[in-house]
């Protein structure tokens, strides 16, 4: 079953902070973030494992909880860049089928 | 360049007609994935390859639907006696296997068009 992503939509202004949820009925291996824009093929943004760890690249962080079978990505003072759709993509135990989460559209504003 | 490439990027085609394409992987990666992606939703599981192997596929896949990898490099995705619902990008996406990275590698995607 596809994972649920919230917002669906958010719009910001440069150097707002934004959050982004996905959460799956499923059992949870690992998360994986992108980022795509309009027209244009996905781009891997990180990789969460189960444990519950945390991590960041850039102003770009994510949270993994997987009693939760949810993830968090957290985008700090957005830029123009951050504009586009973010989807999870997860994988359950066992398996190397991804299933890609609803979407969540970020514009970010000047 | 030395990315995931897709051939062609653009194919037009009459109902009920077959259509072929193409994805070459980043060359040391073994795992190959094919998606199916329609205006404002994510990617959809189509099949993926582990070296020649085709490991898995999904149950939304038709019969009209088939993919390989002959050699575990490249690969076809095929689909027989295209319909309008068809119509939609094709992305492909490489990855290596091992370990616990998985990061997949997009190809730029064939849009398909079925008139």
Redesign the interface.
């Known amino acids: 079953q596809q994972p649920v992503q919230s917002p669906q939509a958010v719009i910001l202004r440069e150097g707002e902070d934004a959050v982004i949820n996905c959460s799956s009925s499923k059992a949870l291996y690992s998360v994986h973030w992108y980022r795509q824009k309009h027209g244009e093929a996905p781009i891997f943004l990180m990789i969460l494992l189960k444990g519950g760890e945390q991590k960041g690249h850039d102003k770009i962080s994510a949270s993994f909880n997987e009693k939760k079978q949810q993830s968090s990505l957290y985008l700090t003072a957005s830029q123009l860049s951050y504009s586009g759709t973010y989807f999870c993509g997860t994988e359950g135990s066992g398996t190397y089928k991804y299933i890609f989460g609803t979407g969540t559209r970020l514009k970010v504003l000047a | 360049d030395t990315g995931v490439s897709q051939d062609p990027r653009h194919k037009i085609t009459k109902r009920g007609q077959n259509v072929t394409f193409r994805c070459d992987p980043i060359s040391e990666h073994n795992?190959l994935?094919w998606?199916r992606q329609t205006l404002?939703?994510?990617?959809?599981?189509l099949t993926?390859f582990?070296n020649e192997a085709q490991?898995?596929k999904s149950r939304l896949l038709s019969d009209r639907f088939s993919a390989e990898r002959p050699k575990g490099s490249f690969s076809t995705l095929e689909i027989q006696r295209t319909e309008q619902g068809d119509s939609a990008m094709y992305?492909c996406a490489s990855s290596l296997?091992g370990g616990?990275?998985?990061?997949?590698?997009?190809?730029?995607?064939t849009r398909l068009t079925v008139l």
């Open positions: 795992r994935y998606y404002g939703q994510g990617p959809e599981f993926y582990q490991l898995e992305l296997a616990f990275h998985n990061e997949q590698f997009f190809g730029p995607g």
